[in-house]
């Protein structure tokens, strides 16, 4: 594909490089860098966003932020669907739409449930079905649609094969495998689209990373969590006629957003941990309190911490972290060909790549992060 043919995409979604060469996975440029012995890039929007003054924090409530995404969206859309997981970050964009009365037409939830796996009670469905149902009736009553997702109509075409890793997400999630016949391809959608509508798939998992570096703080997108984990369908199919795919926080029309998160991260943690920070949002450390965290400092009025439900979440340390979000595969589905196709794909992905971009222990793909922007330096501690 010439880079013309990626102008598109890329405004939109990140990308990787090695060498000058562009790839749309990180698995296809993993085996690009394995062949020249070379290594990779993380990129998104790199000539915008390079433009833009990091150092200075925006003057306005992060709400108004998000309101100003949530118009954009709308505005620019004819039909707009929020994806909602229950989590902090759907919630905040379904709350930020209701709130200020900009409408939604569908809120969507999704989950995994067949003869073997509950719908309420499996480890995969509880965070939508607890935490998130009280939302999703305040959304129902004010007469939004509702709809609930189920990915186990997909496992059939999307797990067919261990070739699935060739169209996958650089985390290698059975989730994801799913998503792209489960959404993408909805019938009713893709007649919308046909017929000249603009149809806005919304997704949330993509939030603010600050990392320290050399005494200061930066952003920065790491490809195995949040951006990098949504692959846009039309990369893989060029006639792709679905909806598109839009990220809610990282984005280059309210770019604010970002900068803004950044800097409430970064202040709150120097004025928690001050020079601890070196070592706690190190980039070659993973904080683990960070995303609860964050959640409290970038979400002031729409999260708060006794409301993450975590029930379910913690088995997830007991498994590989390749398996994050398919546990419904790794729990229920062991003793199946699709799991079986999912875990023989992985196996093969790490047999492509050099030994370098594994985790040890085979516990994944080591991370790549995205040129890092500087937010502050660390501030001048006064002599007491």
Known sequence: MSILGLQDWRRRLPYWTCNGQIFKTKLSALMHATQIKSDIEFRFNDEFLDQLDWSKEPPLHIDEYYKLRAQSIRDNYDYVLVMYSGGSDSSTIVKTFLRNNISVDEV??????????????SSTNLETTYAGWPLLEK??????????????DAVEISLSDPDWIYQSD????ANQACR???LFQRPDLIAMREKGKKVALVVGHDK?????????????????????????????????AGPDLVTFYCNIDVPEIMIKQSHMIASWYWKTFHTKCESLLNLSYVEPRYSSRS?????????????????????????????????????????????????????????????????????????HWSKLRKIMDFPEIPHL
Not at 218 to 229: E, N, Q
Not at 300 to 329: M, N, Q
């Open 208 to 240: 603010a990373r600050v990392v320290t570096h050399h005494k200061s703080f930066y952003h920065g997108f790491l490809d195995l969590a949040g951006l990098g984990t949504w692959i846009h369908p039309q990369i893989f199919y060029p006639d792709y």
């Open 295 to 367: 959640n409290i400092i970038m979400y002031p009025t729409t999260w708060r911490e006794h409301e993450t439900y975590t029930l379910g979440k913690a088995e997830h340390l007991k498994i590989h972290s390749w398996a994050f979000r398919s546990e419904w595969l790794y729990e229920d589905l062991s003793d199946t060909k699709y799991y079986n196709n999912w875990l023989t794909g992985v196996k093969t992905a790490f047999g492509l790549v050099d030994d370098r971009f594994i985790k040890p222990n085979k516990k994944g793909l080591k991370g």
């Open 170 to 173: 650089p985390a290698f999630t």
């Open 108 to 121: 969507a939830i999704y989950g995994v449930w067949n003869h073997k796996i509950d719908k309420y009670n």
């Open 180 to 182: 792209f016949h489960s």
């Open 139 to 152: 959304v129902s009553a004010c007469g939004t649609k509702v709809t609930h997702i189920n990915l186990a």
